[in-house]
């Protein structure tokens, strides 16, 4: 036996799986494909929340101008927009002709004219409800002040009808809708993307017969957890950077309030993404390990993809009732878990006990999957030419 | 030799077998150190699937291999250094980096991995191409990377797959030398080939397999010994068809007034010689030793037959 002897030496002789992932990100990251994808990636989420901020324009604040004896109008009608939900923002208007010249130009959305009592309201094509019912609110309210009525009197008569809700909406549902849509897809497209790279990665080692050295050397499972951690972190870190640009764009252009975006739900979502990665990378490389060449990677790994599609189905059925029996069921099946539980996390409170279900049934599949890996993967990976049976590889 | 450690490889009853195909049935033989040893035999006899199960990716169905007296552990064999049959190196990493991943991967530290690296490079006068991707080298050259990732991480032991197969001349003698030095260095070194002129000119031992035996095994000397004695004759007065007619003494061509036989052990040449004499003059009287080639075929023929 070798003798381990210790010091700075040793220190720097690192285990064969940390060799494996720390060749695979170097030579990753050194490629065109990841630099040029990267970028690509960046821009085309960048143009594409821009894009949407475009099209979702109506969020913003509708611009009301007041002219002549309509301003005295002004305070009740903030207050009357604020009671309705409507978002405005006001300004005096001086002259009449000019103020539609401005609605005709889209720089000014409503003008109202006319006196604090008898008010109009004028638009270039449309006109929100809740615009003009705040606007009719204010005048009613001016009215019966003119007609006597005290400002308590008025307030009373005045008062919006009490709103009982029975089951009223989690705020988390709605403000995070698009938030957790948008986390879901990424989540899909990244662990289908990452599963093929790594794929991709144990082909190119049977392809080029490098695997008959390298099984010399370090035990399959070794080899295998080695190149689906290194692929795995690069993975990460694209998300990171594509992620990161998201977020900028999402902060400047305004379209969507981000508060899922909390530490905690960063996490969360790293979490999945890292468990669901090692759950499909693993299966995908183990499927990869029957075949010789690129061409016939496709349909090797499709049964595969099969469960990543139905996943994401999964994630649109369960997102309008994320806390549903078909949400729950499925969020804790490990192969929709990585999509549909970290969606149902963003979207709405889930239990911790289910989250600790699904994240246990995950970690034990991917234990599972990684004997069943490495075991193919020995058995497999030196038949070159034609394509191994699935039961071949499995009992050697 | 009970007690003391054997530095030798020895490969016993190893068997193999796919489905129906008997690769390799009961082969034994070993290889000391400070020994070149030539593994010859024709396509399929079993070499490249002895040296697969040798460095444990395949397994045998029965049979043991042991380095230092006891069967060889993973942790063994990866101190082996190995050149597989099919050649495989990443084409798209840098020559000196992968040599240097691979001496890593054999248990070097970084530094040391890149020290080796960059001396086999240097040695196989690769120092220049370093830093080109392997896919950006010769054939020739590729197939020196390959045995420098043999040789990086300072093996005990070496098992190449035909080494030699398409290297040039100047590029066998390299390699030629190379081994010699790593077995005269206290390495036993398995290769095969079908070079078999270079195998007599370069190796202690051979081992000829056929059909997944061994059926010879030892020095070209040994080898020869077994064999039959060889005479080539001139005599120019003989007729034509003049085969000498001697008990045990066969023809085994003609070429001109030259005439090879065969003598069957035991038998006195100089009995030959005597009825060369009563054709005529007798211009040359030569025993001749039969090359590994020879010997190969005539061994070949017999475990056929």
Known sequence: MKARSSGPAEARRLPTTVLVARREIRMRLRSRVFVGGTIVMTVLVVVGIVAASLVAGTTAPVRVGFSGGSQALERSFTATAAALGAKVTLSDIADVTAGKAQVTAGTLDVLVTGSETAPTAVAKAAIPSNVVSALSLAAEATRLAASGLSPAAVASAMALVP???????????????????????????????????????????????????????????????????????????????????????????????????????????????????????????????????????????????????????????????????????????????????????????????????????????????????????????????????FMDAFRG | MTGTIQRQLEIDGISKRYGQTVAVQDLTFDVRAGELFGFVGR????????????????APDAGVVRWLGVPLTFEARRRIGYMPEERGLYPKMHVAEQLAYLGELHGMTGAEARGAALHWLDRFGLADRRDADLQALSLGNQQRVQLAAALVFGPEVLVLDEPFAGLDPVAVDV???????????????????????????????????????????????????????????????????????????????????????????????????????????????????????????????????
């Open chain 2, 175 to 305: 390699m030629a030398g190379v081994l010699r030095e790593r077995a005269d260095a206290g390495v036993p070194v398995i290769f095969s080939s079908h070079e078999l002129e270079l195998v007599e000119r370069l190796c202690d031992r051979v081992g000829i397999v056929e059909r997944g035996r061994m059926v010879a095994c030892g020095t070209v000397g040994e080898l020869r010994a077994g064999g039959q004695e060889r005479r080539w004759l001139d005599v120019p007065s003989a007729p034509d068809d003049w085969g000498a007619r001697v008990p045990g003494v066969r023809l085994v061509r003609a070429d001109g007034s030259r005439r090879l036989f065969e003598l069957d052990p035991g038998v006195d040449d100089q009995s030959l010689l005597r009825a060369a004499l009563a054709t005529g003059p007798v211009r040359s009287f030569e025993r001749v030793e039969p090359t590994l080639g020879e010997l190969f075929r005539t061994v070949i023929g017999e475990a056929a037959a």
């Open chain 1, 163 to 389: 709103v009982q809700l029975l089951q009223p909406p989690n705020p988390k549902d709605t403000q995070n809708l698009f938030a957790s849509l948008a986390l879901g897809i990424l989540l899909w497209i990244a662990l289908g993307q990452y599963g093929n790279m790594a794929a991709q990665s144990v082909v190119e080692e049977k392809a080029t017969r490098i695997m008959e050295i390298l099984l010399a050397t370090i035990r399959p499972s070794r080899l295998l957890a080695g190149k689906v951690i290194g692929v795995g972190l690069v993975g990460l870190l694209q998300l990171t950077i594509v992620g990161a640009a998201a977020l900028v764009a999402v902060r400047v252009t305004n379209v969507a309030a981000i508060p899922a975006l909390g530490v905690a739900s960063i996490l969360a979502d790293v979490l999945w993404f890292l468990l669901g990665f090692l759950f499909y990378a693993t299966a995908y490389a183990a499927v990869a390990s029957l075949v010789s060449r690129q061409e016939e990677l496709q349909g090797a790994v499709a049964p595969i993809s099969v469960f990543q599609i139905a996943g994401y189905l999964l994630m649109y059925a369960a997102l309008p009732n994320p806390s549903g029996p078909l949400a729950t069921v499925v969020s804790l099946l490990p192969p929709f878990a990585p999509i549909v539980m970290a969606v149902r996390m963003a979207s709405s409170d889930v239990p911790l006990w289910q989250v600790g279900l699904a994240v246990a049934l995950i970690v034990a599949s991917i234990v599972g999957l990684t004997w069943l890996a490495g075991r193919m993967y020995s058995n497999a990976a030196l038949h070159l030419g034609a394509r191994v049976r």
């Open chain 2, 43 to 58: 396509n399929g006899a079993g070499k490249t699937t002895t040296m697969r199960i040798t460095l444990g990716v395949l």
